[in-house]
């Protein structure tokens, strides 16, 4: 079993900065994939921001030159730097991982509980 402790959502103006984190933690051999998706209200979750073992990333072009996706391999820990935020930024974000079980050969994906994200003036 893994957990995933996320933190760093809340209220922020327009053009402002936010940054979250995720911890992982548990029963992991090693990451395949972590980032993040987001979720706003009557819409679909969808990709903001991952990483793969591999050190490449994938950005949705919506957040492209304006997140930040980076890692600390040591403490299995993901962050996205948000800046220049907008209101249509405003969702739940969910951190996400793939992980390889250290008790078998297997992978499972893991979500967080999800942190809230405002944009507002």
Known sequence: QVQLVESGGGLVQPGGSLRLSCAASGSIFSINVMGWYRQAPGKQRELVATFTSGGSTNYADSVKGRFTISRDNAKNTAYLQMNSLKPEDTAVYYCYVN??????SYSYNYWGQGTQVTVSS
């Open 99 to 104: 992980v390889r079980s250290a008790s078998n």
